[in-house]
């Protein structure tokens, strides 16, 4: 009874301080859905959908605060966000009808200037979809709000790659974006408390009619666990996001915690090879025996308490181009006849992981335990993430591990992890011509065909990289809170959320 008076405290408290919020700044009333308290494990300091593209700040901000183009819906499907349709006129030509009447948070009417200006910002300065923008010949503005594209060439992903290219209004500088950010989304920024929270509230003047049902949303930083978890039992927040299924443990079975998952996961957990930085790499029968001695189906039970499925495809189950593939049976003893034949039974390895990152440590020592069983030392190097995250961009590495979100479209992971594979740690030609043509190619079932073909040589040759298995993803809500949507790449669709 106590924790149930103190949870409904709180929350009359934090709805009565918003709507005080709002009625001071002369703003519509609340709207009646409720102020969504979020825990989440790490701070924002930089606001800019331009320079950020970690996948929490995607999450809470870049989809509330910011519209695109167009967008992502909780089963992967692209569906209109700023342009309400869109038609392919040619190979190379596509015209955008965009809305009308919407304005940004700041008063300013949106028009085709802005997506303009925003295109021309992120190539200008090379800011991190710079690359998605760069097969765009011309940008022109047929009218105020008829947007036409000429690509140099054709492009079978552009709607994908505009879900990740945020509008922004031209008349707002760089530097006064990252700290107070100005979008046309369901949800605008009130304030930023360094470490501690960020608050958003209910945009009045949204463009899609009665959206969003909260009258608004903070984010909590809450930097452990443990104490993520104490405060969502407490009544302090209404959710945790992007929780690691081992700390959902302590709440399994609470009947005041609901577990959030979507329909299917795009998050694959992935070994990385540096080939080119160990020769013993460079021999596929080395890779093989690696890949045999991965015992998947302990990490499945280890590492995500049995949920996730174990593939060897680069693609999700849900990906119309997936393929399903044999994996190398977990067999020891066929993994050191091949280190034998190869020479290297004695080998020495080394594995980066982020320090404090439970499953990346878990399956780097269930791994090192089965290769020690063959005489493999593998070294399992754990550092601070901006050590690892240097390592990972150099490629300097033995082997490192990682997870990567999927996009709706196959190309997502060919373009952002393959290619910086090909291009510095293993030298493959052919395979780099499949992945540019697959994505040239306007005919689905041709690139199906491709991305299958691809699909294929990794698992038999065992590079360049390892796929362990799909992870489930997870956030915890009280039950409290109804109409919690999120889709496969881990995005949070919070417009129809309310909650008591």
């Given at each position: 009874m106590k924790k149930t008076l103190r949870r409904t405290a709180f929350k009359l408290f934090s709805a009565a301080l918003v709507s005080l919020v709002l009625t001071l700044g002369g703003l519509s009333l609340a709207q009646g859905g409720g102020v969504l308290q979020i825990g989440v494990n790490g701070d924002i300091d930089n606001?800019?959908?331009?320079?950020?593209?970690?996948?929490?700040?995607?999450?809470?901000i870049g989809g509330t605060v910011f519209n695109a183009l167009v967008s992502l819906d909780e089963n992967m499907n692209i569906v209109p966000g700023l342009a309400e349709s869109w038609e392919q006129v040619d190979d190379t030509t596509w015209v955008f009808n965009l809305r009308q009447g919407v304005t940004f948070h700041n008063g300013d009417a949106f028009s085709v200037a802005d997506v303009l200006h925003t295109f021309d910002r992120?190539?200008?300065?090379?800011?991190?979809?710079?690359?998605?923008?760069?097969?765009?010949?011309?940008?022109?503005?047929?009218?105020?709000?008829?947007?036409?594209?000429?690509?140099?060439?054709?492009v079978a992903t552009l709607l994908d790659d505009l879900t990740l290219v945020a509008i922004t209004p031209q008349g707002v500088t760089d530097e006064d974006l990252k700290q107070n950010p100005v979008g046309t989304g369901p949800f605008r920024f009130v304030s930023w408390t360094p470490n501690e929270t960020t608050v958003l509230e209910r945009n009045p003047d949204y463009w899609?009619?009665?959206?969003?049902?909260?009258?608004?949303?903070?984010?909590?930083?809450?930097?452990?666990?443990?104490?993520?978890?104490?405060?969502l039992l407490s009544g302090e927040v209404d959710a945790l996001y992007d929780v690691p299924?081992?700390?959902?443990?302590?709440?399994?079975?609470?009947?005041?915690?609901?577990?959030?998952?979507?329909?299917?996961?795009?998050?694959?957990?992935?070994?990385?090879?540096g080939i080119a930085n160990n020769e013993a790499l460079q021999d596929q029968r080395v890779r093989r025996a690696l890949a045999h001695a991965l015992d998947?189906?302990?990490?499945?039970?280890?590492?995500?308490?049995?949920?996730?499925?174990?593939?060897?495809?680069?693609l999700p189950a849900?990906?119309?181009?997936?393929?399903?593939?044999?994996?190398?049976a977990f067999d020891l003893e066929q993994a050191a006849a091949l280190l034998a034949e190869a020479g290297h039974?004695?080998?020495?390895?080394?594995?980066?992981?982020?320090?404090?990152?439970?499953?990346?440590?878990?399956?780097?020592?269930?791994?090192?335990?089965?290769?020690?069983?063959?005489?493999?030392?593998?070294?399992?190097?754990?550092?601070?993430?901006?050590?690892?995250?240097?390592?990972?961009?150099?490629?300097?590495?033995?082997?490192t591990t990682n997870w990567f979100n999927l996009s709706a479209d196959p190309n997502s992971m060919f373009d952002i992890i393959y290619k910086p594979l090909l291009d510095n740690v293993y030298d493959n030609e052919p395979m780099r011509a499949k992945i540019l043509?697959?994505?040239?190619?306007?005919?689905q079932s041709a690139r199906t065909e491709i991305y299958q073909e691809l699909q294929r040589e990794t698992v038999e040759t065992i590079a360049p990289l390892i796929v362990v298995q799909s992870q489930p993803l997870l956030a915890l809500t009280s039950s409290s809170v109804e109409g919690w949507k999120m889709n496969g790449k881990n995005l949070l669709l919070l417009n129809d959320v309310t909650v008591e």
């Open positions: 606001f800019d959908p331009a320079f950020n593209q970690l996948i929490q700040y995607s999450a809470t992120t190539l200008e300065q090379g800011l991190i979809f710079a690359n998605k923008l760069e097969p765009i010949a011309e940008a022109e503005a047929v009218d105020d709000h008829t947007l036409r594209l000429t690509l140099e060439f054709p899609e009619a009665g959206k969003p049902a909260l009258d608004g949303i903070t984010l909590r930083v809450l930097g452990d666990a443990a104490t993520r978890i104490a405060n299924v081992a700390d959902a443990q302590a709440v399994a079975g609470d009947p005041n915690v609901v577990f959030q998952q979507p329909s299917a996961s795009g998050s694959l957990f992935l070994i990385e090879l998947k189906e302990t990490i499945q039970q280890v590492a995500y308490f049995g949920q996730g499925e174990i593939i060897c495809s680069p849900f990906s119309w181009a997936y393929e399903a593939q044999d994996c190398p039974s004695d080998l020495e390895l080394g594995i980066e992981v982020i320090s404090g990152v439970k499953v990346m440590e878990d399956i780097a020592t269930i791994w090192q335990a089965s290769l020690a069983e063959i005489g493999v030392t593998l070294n399992v190097n754990s550092t601070a993430v901006s050590i690892w995250l240097d390592r990972y961009i150099g490629k300097t590495y033995d082997m043509e697959a994505a040239s190619l306007s005919d």
